[in-house]
């Protein structure tokens, strides 16, 4: 799921990635967002409200939501840090380095989270760890699809689904029929599954507040383990075949 970058990645590997990294997304969404009432899986938002504390001359506030996007900002560079320096190091598993930080981090807040919440600590810091994680999940799922893949936020998605709808209409020859759909279900994936992620962490939150993000590790850490399994199996039945021979 991780291994193969670019175009060197086939549909199925992205549809994969798609599926655990989006539901993933939607659980850190609507968690951070019940919890500490942040949108934690994208940036958009907070220029406004940044923007409007501003003009209130609410600075203090207003610097929150400048933290909020510089956290985000930070942890797509990190990820791509990371993954860099593991490709250049000829790391079969340079993406694992940043999905492991970030599987740590949602566990930890999946664990501590409410007991600050409760003392009403460190609200702010929690929101830009999450932040934080999600800026390294959505770096590393762009870095490793090349950008066919993107799990955290769904505005582009939509615009660029609009687009290859209406493309449907114009390209009709069978092989450009073929990608369009692909990519069309692709996208569709993307964003059912976000918007399960959220339905699911939102039913998830009333009974196990912030530990639903141990769920979202543990989806993670499924995600890894999957993909290394599937190149366990696949070296095994190699030699095998090779003993055949």
């Known amino acids: ?39 934690t899986t994208n940036v958009t938002g907070h220029f406004a409200y940044f923007s409007q504390y501003i003009q209130k001359d609410d600075f203090m506030y207003a610097f929150n939501f400048l933290f909020y996007i510089l956290s985000f900002l930070f942890g797509a560079f990190m990820s791509s840090m990371l993954t860099e320096y593991f490709i250049q190091k000829g790391s ?21 989270g409410d007991s600050f919440i409760k003392k009403d600590q460190h609200m ?22 090349k950008a066919r893949v993107r799990t955290t936020h769904l505005t582009g998605l939509f615009t660029d689904l609009g687009i290859e709808l209406s493309q449907l209409f114009f390209y009709k020859e069978a092989g450009q029929q073929l ?36 769920l979202a590790s543990a989806i993670l850490v499924v995600a890894i383990f999957y993909d290394n399994l599937r190149v366990s199996v696949y070296k095994i039945f190699k030699k095998y075949r090779q003993g055949i021979k």
């Open 1 to 39: 799921m991780f291994r193969n970058r670019g175009v060197a990645r086939t549909f199925k590997q992205n549809l994969r990635l798609a599926v655990f990294l989006s539901f993933t997304a939607g659980l850190v969404n609507i968690s951070g967002l019940l919890a500490l009432g942040v949108l």
């Open 92 to 112: 079969m598993s340079a993406y694992n380095a940043a999905i492991f930080l970030e599987t740590g981090l949602l566990l930890s807040i999946g664990i501590w």
């Open 124 to 145: 702010e810091l929690l929101a830009c760890l999450l932040l934080f994680a999600m800026g390294l999940q959505n770096s590393l799922v762009t870095s490793v699809s």
């Open 179 to 214: 990608q369009l759909k692909k990519s069309i279900g692709l996208r569709c994936s993307i964003i059912a599954f976000f918007f399960l992620g959220c339905i699911c962490g939102g039913f998830f939150f009333q009974g196990f507040k912030l530990k639903t993000l141990i």
